[in-house]
């Protein structure tokens, strides 16, 4: 992957707040949601608040299908993890991405003018 020039220009001129506020949201989502399902084994109300209150977006997608419903309500508890430990990080990261990539922007709006 280090030789493909494409991906050689998109590291290059990657901004560093795109990189810093995906990092900085994946690891309040670590701290917040990850560990508190990792160590309670996807099981317990006080991880359940965490993942309604901060992968809302994810508990209302699994909502919509009844094998959704199966992962947050019955099934086994690896696939839970998986969900909402490994996938809400990502989906923190991504929307920290988008954010720096808004700050980027909107810095380089304010630089030019």
Known sequence: MADCPFWKQFTRSLPWTVVFTA?????IHT????????????SGESQA???A?????????????S????????????????VFAVGGTI???????VVGWGMHIISRVFRAA
């Open 23 to 27: 990092v900085v949201f994946a690891i």
């Open 31 to 42: 701290v917040v949601v990850a560990i508190p399902v990792l160590l309670s084994r996807g």
């Open 49 to 51: 608040f965490a993942v």
């Open 53 to 65: 209150i901060f992968d809302l977006p994810i508990v209302w997608l699994l909502g919509l299908s």
């Open 67 to 82: 094998g959704g419903r199966s992962v947050l309500y019955g099934s086994s508890p690896s696939i839970y993890i998986l």
């Open 91 to 97: 989906m923190y990261a991504a929307i920290g991405a």
